[in-house]
């Protein structure tokens, strides 16, 4: 249920939004009336939003891929640009399929990819309690979620069969984490965001194990930074896998992919 007629309209919504200084105030005023249940859930949704909450962690949800994520305090909000990523794996999946989804977070790109192909066996990992909980809900009937270090909660038995392995894995560098917006710095988990000294110390160890996961002809799918982008793509050759750096404007993203040379 929306709020139509609250005390709070949405005039008053966008003028205390925009001068908490929220860029986008009539779009997140918009947002906010059409998710609260109640004038007091709006008026309480404000408030975190004012106090400095990511709006997807007030709203409880984030658009991904055309899906809405359900999202919330201690998890990672999937970017939009990462939903090229996604693309580029849709058109690298067979059907049907064995798709990992490392470092998931909510499970966004898991849950995208599968809803968008048939045939998909999804399985999905992340080592923060918190992201585990929402990527069982977002990923639901879709695929299977396990909790721990990278690779290590898999079944065994998925080595050698990946064809597919997303990683968005944290790729900030430290001495950058600090120069992040309030939003992510503040109310996203520090395990999100840092990727070490140049940001890339998940990626390699990632690209390091995977090899032993893929199937013959299977790909890896990182995602970087422009100014990243040659070390990522020396990161993900470096474990056997041969690379390509895949980029889009209009996203203003970079994906690495790694493949698997069929023997
Ligand atoms: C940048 S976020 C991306 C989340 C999700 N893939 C997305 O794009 O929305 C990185 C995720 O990696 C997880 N992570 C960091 N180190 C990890 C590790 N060693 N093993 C498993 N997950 C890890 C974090 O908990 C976080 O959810």
Not at 58 to 66: H, K, Y
Not at 119 to 125: I, M, N, P
Not at 141 to 154: H, I, Q, R, W
Not at 202 to 224: D, I, K, Q
């Amino acid at each position: 249920m929306s709020v139509s007629a609250s005390p709070l309209s949405l005039s008053s919504v966008v003028t205390t939004l925009r001068a908490a200084g929220c860029v986008f105030a009539e779009d997140e005023a918009a947002l906010l009336l059409a998710t609260a249940g109640t004038p007091a859930e709006l008026a309480a949704m404000v408030e975190r939003r004012v106090a400095g909450l990511p709006l997807e962690h007030v709203l409880g949800w984030a658009e991904f891929c055309g899906l809405r994520v359900h999202v919330g305090p201690g998890v990672f909000v999937p970017r939009r640009r990462t939903e090229f990523l996604v693309q580029q794996a849709v058109g690298l999946t067979p059907i049907p399929s064995v798709v990992v989804d490392l470092c998931c977070g909510s499970g966004a790109l898991g849950a995208a990819l599968a809803a968008a192909l048939e045939g998909v066996e999804l399985h999905a990992t992340d080592v923060e309690p918190a992201a585990v909980r929402y990527a069982r809900r977002n990923v639901g009937g879709l695929g299977k979620v396990y909790e721990g270090d990278l690779f290590a909660p898999l079944p065994d038995s998925l080595r050698g069969r990946v064809d597919v392995l997303l990683a968005n894995v944290p790729y900030v560098p430290t001495g950058d984490v600090e120069l992040l917006p309030a939003e992510a710095r503040i109310h996203e988990p520090r395990v999100a965001l840092d990727g070490g000294g140049d940001g890339l110390d998940v990626m390699r160890r990632v690209a390091a194990e995977a090899p032993r996961w893929l199937a013959p002809g299977g790909s890896l799918l990182v995602e970087t930074s422009e100014r990243q982008a040659a070390r990522a793509e020396e990161a993900v050759g470096s474990g056997g896998l041969i690379p390509r750096v895949m980029t889009s404007d209009e996203l203003y993203a970079t994906v690495v992919i790694g493949t698997r040379p069929v023997d």
